[in-house]
């Protein structure tokens, strides 16, 4: 059963555009919430995190929204650039957990 | 500050042959994890240590096996290599405590078994 669910796959935007990444989970208990960023070749970086207690965080071109009732909680990149192209993965986990449970992955394009 | 340091980066084995990933860690980091990278499957937990002399199962253990006798090493071995094995190796750290704490990953062990 997957824990966390994440969409689309792959996204192809334009540069200057708004990227768009959909994640939901199951599990109540969790609590917190990264975005991590991977180039090719290279290990996931932390690239944002949030926690359930604010249903907004930004930094810089990236923000996090969380909707605690749904379950859910998107990334949103303003402005994409070329630079911005790499795998980006939701991740989820708890404060009783000791591990990490990562979605699938979307794989970014911005053309430019 | 080195951070995450996995070896080797690239290894072909042939079916049945057994070998060890190597990770380090130089960031005092009690906590230790083992992930592999599928194509369409994301990250999923092998193994994971909480500390020196304690390890347990992650979602995917089956086919590998880990100890951890310092703070900062924790390797991987696959006792009898399989195709089905074929895959990114990533090893992560992150500070002691909840687990709301950024983790750390090195930069990957691809290896391929024939």
């Known amino acids: 059963q997957q824990q966390v669910k994440q969409s689309p796959q792959s996204l192809i935007v334009q540069k200057g555009g708004i990227s768009i990444i959909n994640c939901a989970y199951e599990n109540t208990a969790f609590d917190y919430f990264p975005w991590y960023q991977q180039f090719p070749g290279k290990g996931p970086a932390l690239l944002i995190a949030?926690?359930?207690?604010?249903s907004e965080k930004k930094e810089g071109r990236f923000t996090i929204s969380f909707n605690k009732s749904a379950k859910q909680f998107s990334l949103h990149i303003m402005d994409s650039q070329p630079g911005d192209s790499a795998t980006y993965f939701c991740a989820a986990s708890s404060q009783a957990g000791t591990a990490l449970i990562f979605g699938k992955g979307t794989t970014l394009s911005v053309s430019s | 500050n080195a951070g995450v340091t996995q070896t080797p980066k690239f290894q072909v084995l042939k079916t049945g042959q057994s070998m060890t990933l190597q990770c380090a860690q130089d960031?005092?980091?009690?906590?230790m994890s083992w992930y592999r990278q599928d194509p369409g499957m994301g990250l999923r937990l092998i193994h994971y240590?909480?500390?020196?002399?304690?390890?347990d199962q992650g979602e995917v253990p089956n086919g590998y096996n880990v100890s951890r006798s310092t703070t900062e090493d924790f390797p991987l071995r696959l006792l009898s290599a399989a195709p089905s094995q074929t895959s990114v190796y990533f090893c992560?750290?992150?500070?002691?405590?909840?687990?709301?704490?950024?983790?750390?990953f090195g930069d990957g062990t691809r290896l391929s078994i024939l």
């Open positions: 992560a750290s992150r500070s002691q405590g909840a687990p709301n704490q950024p983790q750390h």
């Open positions: 960031m005092n980091h009690e906590y």
């Open positions: 949030i926690r359930p207690d604010v």
């Open positions: 240590s909480v500390g020196a002399g304690i390890t």
